[in-house]
């Protein structure tokens, strides 16, 4: 499961979480109301479905997975058993994205790999909250007591990675090293980003994941207090029920695939559902991808981070995504329009 701190890197730099508005209307539309429909490649979306979609519980979904493992023509399955609905809160929608990180590690320290990932200390577990991030790295608590992981070349790069909450460590020898959520030391998440805004040093439509990197990196001292002020830290375990070529585990416990996955808020949306997202902005598209993950930015009807990918392209392409639209939920026909609360179009 990708235990992020937060949806992407620059949300939980920047947001602040919210509260669903009580007044939330459902309306049905007709496949003619979604822009670009039939242009999509519907057969993409179906198999990133297939996989989550077993573990479905509710009798509705598990026969619509059982159709779908018949391996149907992707639209037709689509516009055959479900139907688009317009969940809404009275927030505008919001798209953002996130990534796996890919650091550079070796399994054990020497040259530039002197930057630990840690295994979670059985004292975290117990006392909690323990140690802060600053006591964490220039105490001795954690060493001598074999929690490495591995170590990797970059502490902010690292930093990072405990912001997404998982990530894969390329190895020098060209293995690789996947890890997810371990735990954390119990401290509250301060942003950063807040922080650099607070100071006067960038506006807050500036403050992106990589303009916080530059900063640390052009201001090494400066840049390592200002990681410190954020004392909450993140440790790691080896993920290897999955193979590395394989996407991260989401909240549904399966591997997300890249740009059909989406994170939602599963209080207005059902986890597993088809998503339909019109994403505008400079770079518009509109595209079928499945809710299979979550995170703690995304709150409200219209709220949604996709995923895409594993790397620095990929996150280069997350960090820059901060788009209006409009998404629209696929839910079987009866669920639709029991469930709706405006008159059917």
């Known amino acids: 499961m990708i235990r992020r701190l937060g949806a992407a890197a620059c949300v939980w730099l920047l947001a602040a979480a919210t509260s669903p508005a009580e007044d939330v209307t459902q309306t049905v539309l007709d496949f003619d109301d979604l822009r670009g429909w039939q242009l999509d490649n519907h057969q993409q979306a179906l198999d990133a479905f297939l996989v989550t979609c077993p573990d479905l519980r509710d009798p509705d979904w598990r026969s619509l997975c059982a159709l779908a493992q018949q391996k149907p023509d992707a639209r037709t399955f689509f516009e055959l058993f479900f139907r688009p609905v317009l969940i809404e809160d009275g927030k505008s929608a919001l798209f953002t994205g996130y990534f796996e990180p890919e650091l550079d590690g070796a399994r054990r320290p020497g ?37 490495e992981i591995a170590w990797v070349d970059d502490p902010v790069e690292l930093f990072f990675l405990q912001i997404q909450g998982s990530g894969r460590i390329r190895l020098t020898d060209g293995s690789i090293i996947r890890v997810g959520y371990g735990g954390s030391n119990g401290h509250p998440y301060r942003s950063i980003g807040v922080e650099l ?125 901060r788009d209006p639209g409009r998404m629209v939920v696929l839910l079987p026909i009866q669920r639709a329009f029991a469930t709706a609360t405006e008159p059917f179009q």
């Open 111 to 147: 040259g530039r790999f002197r930057y630990p990932v840690y295994r979670e200390p059985r004292i975290a577990k117990v006392s909690n909250p323990w140690l802060t991030r600053r006591e964490i790295e220039t105490g001795d608590a954690m060493r001598g007591k074999g929690l």
């Open 197 to 321: 805004v607070r100071r006067g040093i960038y506006a807050p439509h500036q403050v992106s994941a990589q303009v916080i990197k530059n900063w640390v990196r052009r201001h090494p001292k400066k840049g390592r207090e200002l990681l410190f002020h954020n004392p909450s830290y993140v440790f790691f375990r080896v993920v290897d029920t999955i193979s590395p070529e394989a996407g991260p585990l989401g909240a549904m416990n399966r591997s997300v695939t890249s740009k059909r996955t989406v994170a939602v808020d599963p209080a207005f949306t059902p986890l597993g559902a088809p998503v339909w997202v019109e994403k505008e902005g400079e770079h518009p598209f509109n595209r079928l991808m499945v809710a299979q993950d979550t995170g703690s930015a995304i709150k409200g009807a219209q709220r949604a981070d996709i995923f895409f990918g594993t790397g620095d392209e990929a996150g280069r392409a997350a960090g820059r995504l």
